[in-house]
């Protein structure tokens, strides 16, 4: 049996596909308002920043960093589905892209995070 602080598979499986999700929105954010559909000035490149911020917590396996991820990601949904809807061209592809990454990044984080609450609870009720 392994200990609790290694993770096992699919909690290492599933961190690896919200990093992924994480870095692929925040470089989709920086590319989009600064060089493929800039809106202004380029500020908007400034929405990536909550993302940023949780790096360092989904690199650090903190369940918390996961529980707000999953919540935070919903605010790039809407504005993807917004901006996919109002836009053409390339800015409602990218905005297309943004909603898919957004998906995949929910659903990782919810399994990380019922997957780590479930092997606590396993853990807690094996005797020692």
């Known amino acids: 049996m392994t200990s609790y602080s290694e993770p096992d598979i699919v909690v290492r499986g599933a961190r690896a596909v919200v990093g992924a999700g994480l870095v692929a929105l925040i470089l989709l954010g920086l590319a989009w308002e600064l060089w493929l559909a800039p809106t202004g000035r380029g500020t908007l490149a400034l929405k990536v920043l909550p993302l940023v911020l949780c ?10 960093t ?3 991820l999953s919540l935070l990601v919903w605010l790039y949904f809407i504005e993807g589905v917004v901006r996919a809807t109002t836009e053409g061209g390339r800015g409602a592809w990218l905005a297309a892209i943004e909603i898919g990454l957004c998906l995949v ?4 984080s919810a399994l990380y995070v019922r997957w780590r609450l ?3 609870a396993r853990l807690a009720q094996t005797p020692i």
């Open 66 to 68: 996961f529980r707000w």
């Open 55 to 64: 790096v360092a917590g989904v690199l650090r396996h903190r369940l918390y």
């Open 105 to 108: 990044v929910f659903a990782a």
């Open 118 to 120: 479930r092997r606590g």
